[in-house]
């Protein structure tokens, strides 16, 4: 597991350079006191692996800019990829503030040789919501201009790059209008905006938060994050306080039907990540700590835990495992800067 006794971790998302894995985090200082004030002051900040499950903090990958810029209220979710000339992409989410306190988001990249130390791309931000695909903040119809959470992978037939994104539809009720965003570049740095991956559903959310897509046991699998309060009138019916939930599709690109979504987890886990562990070639699901045992705001990214299609739906071996086990005051995480920390961390 992976905590800070100083600040909130909360999304994540991982780069894999055959030796380590790069765990890129979301934080925010705990001295806000309020955790939900955490999304405004987000920062990615970064750590080191060999069997993800120990941690060193290394230095922090990005901040918000100062203003005016696209990212100058917070920076959030994204994903690392490398381009076939050895160049690191981190792709992320810019937050800025509009006119009536509510926020825009647009999606800008920076780059790395070495995965430590980035450089913000001068021609960001690269993809903002609008057209006819997509909902914007003059419709009215949200809190904010949803459109994040970029998830950037090579495409199947070796045509260049898709990324997924977080964003919604131009129509449909309020909490059905969530879809699978969708661009495409043939070089990682000039994207080009689709039609969305997945359509609005009186069974559906109206958000799918950190979208990634996997195959898992021959499966293409879609995974994806929303809770109750975002769900649909028809999802909210069935007494789900929501999650990471799955949908299984036909390829990587979908189509995707979100009818056809399950929980994997309940709101104990977010923001999900799929990951093949090298040491054993297996599957796992790593989520964030989202609500504890007292019900408030947990925090910290939860250790491994194997994935297996079951012919169904995806299904997690042993989650309450991993719950019991970082509950341990046995528990320990690097958490200092360059170095394991000696203090015992538990969640």
């Known amino acids: 597991m992976f905590t800070l006794p100083d600040s909130w971790v909360w999304d994540f998302w991982f780069a894999d350079d055959g030796e380590q894995y790069h765990l890129f985090f979301l934080y925010a200082s705990r001295a806000l006191h309020d955790p939900d004030a955490r999304h405004y002051r987000a920062s990615i900040g970064h750590a080191v692996s060999t069997d993800l499950e120990h941690w ?13 810029a696209f990212d100058d209220l917070a920076t959030w979710t994204g994903s690392v990829v490398r381009h076939p000339d050895g160049t690191w992409f981190l792709f992320y989410t810019g937050s800025t503030r509009a006119t ?23 021609d960001n931000p690269v993809l903002g919501a609008g057209g ?11 809190h904010d201009e949803a459109f994040r959470d970029p998830w950037v992978f090579a495409d199947p037939g070796g045509d260049g790059w898709h990324m997924l994104i977080t964003a919604r539809a ?10 699978v965003g969708h661009a495409v570049s043939a070089d990682l740095r000039h994207w080009e905006l689709r039609p969305p991956l997945s359509a609005p559903s009186s069974h559906g959310f109206g958000q799918l938060e950190v979208t990634q897509t996997e195959i898992v046991d021959g499966r293409p699998v879609l995974v994806f994050s929303c809770l109750a309060e975002h769900a649909s009138e028809s999802r909210r019916a069935t007494g789900t306080r929501g999650g990471i939930w799955a949908a299984p599709a036909d390829s990587l690109l979908g189509p995707f039907d979100i009818d056809t979504a399950e929980q994997v987890t309940d709101d104990r886990f977010y923001s999900g990540k799929l990951l093949r562990r090298r040491s054993d070639d297996r599957w796992v699901l790593m989520g964030f700590h989202h609500t504890g045992p007292d019900g408030g705001f947990a925090g910290g990214v939860s250790d491994p835990m194997p994935v297996r299609w079951d012919g169904r739906r995806l299904s997690v071996e042993a989650p309450h495992a991993v719950l019991d086990a970082e509950s341990s005051p046995k528990l320990s995480a690097s958490l200092e800067q360059g170095g394991p920390s000696s203090a015992p961390v538990a969640l």
Do not use: C, M
């Not at 290394?58 to 005016?68: K, S």
């Open 56 to 68: 060193t903090r290394v230095p922090d990958a990005l901040v918000r800019a100062d203003p005016p």
């Open 100 to 122: 009536d306190g509510k926020n825009i988001q647009r999606i800008g990249y920076a780059t790395s040789a070495d995965l430590i130390t980035w450089h913000k791309a001068g």
């Open 170 to 179: 131009p129509h449909g009720a309020a909490f059905e209008r969530g879809v």
């Open 132 to 142: 006819t695909w997509y909902e914007t903040l003059t419709d009215g119809q949200w």
